[in-house]
């Protein structure tokens, strides 16, 4: 079965790591929805970095997620 796929959008996800009321490190990931398609990933590691300065966590890890419809030609 031939499908097509058409890219909608791309998603940051940072997660960051913070300590908890008892004093355990907790990781919590943030999402940045509805980026632009064509956003080079460059420019979105330029973007994660500009958030990551903004906040009081510490950030383990930024991320990429595409999305994407699928459907049957």
């Not at 355990?24 to 929805?33: C, I, L, T």
């Amino acid at each position: 079965m031939a499908v097509t796929v058409k890219q909608l959008s791309k998603d940051l996800i940072l997660t960051f790591e913070r300590i908890n009321e008892q004093g355990k490190p907790v990781s919590e990931a943030r999402r940045v929805r509805n980026l632009k398609v064509d956003a080079l990933p460059e420019d979105l590691h330029e973007v994660a970095m500009k958030i990551v300065a903004l906040s009081e966590q510490s950030c383990e890890d930024i991320g990429i997620q595409d999305v994407s419809t699928i459907s049957a030609l």
